[in-house]
């Protein structure tokens, strides 16, 4: 599975974006897809998950409330809708695919396939 992720920018604290992320070569199908999140300096963290099969999400405790995660079976894409974003959601934002269970999908070594990342910055 090749994955792109892309809708990362600038914006103000309180405002929003949507990341998304298409996959190539085969389907979501089978997969879990999640988004991660490295600010400088920092390690890689877990932010929301999306089983493609049944739809069952999962968020980190600083994103719930804010983040949404949705799919298209159409277009093979994962959304990641941040609002009231905060400075420190900043960070470059990696999607990827796995197929964890439910006690590792907020491990990153769950997922076996990645994309480049795309660039989130939160100013205040």
């Known amino acids: 599975v090749q994955l792109q992720a892309y809708g990362g920018g600038l914006v103000q604290a309180g405002g929003c974006l949507r990341l998304?992320?298409?996959?190539?070569?085969?389907?979501?199908?089978?997969?879990?897809a999640g988004w991660f999140r490295q600010a400088p300096g920092k390690e890689r963290e877990f932010v929301a998950a999306?089983?493609?099969?049944?739809?069952?999400?999962y968020f980190a405790d600083t994103v719930k409330g804010r983040f949404t995660i949705s799919r298209d079976y159409a277009k093979n894409t994962v959304y990641l809708q941040m609002n009231s974003l905060k400075p420190e959601d900043t960070g470059v934002y990696y999607c990827a695919a796995g197929r964890p269970i439910a006690s590792t999908v907020r491990a990153h070594v769950s997922y076996g396939y990645w994309g480049q990342g795309t660039l989130v910055t939160v100013s205040s």
């Open positions: 998304s992320c298409a996959a190539s070569g085969r389907t979501f199908s089978g997969y879990t």
């Open positions: 999306i089983r493609w099969s049944g739809g069952n999400t």
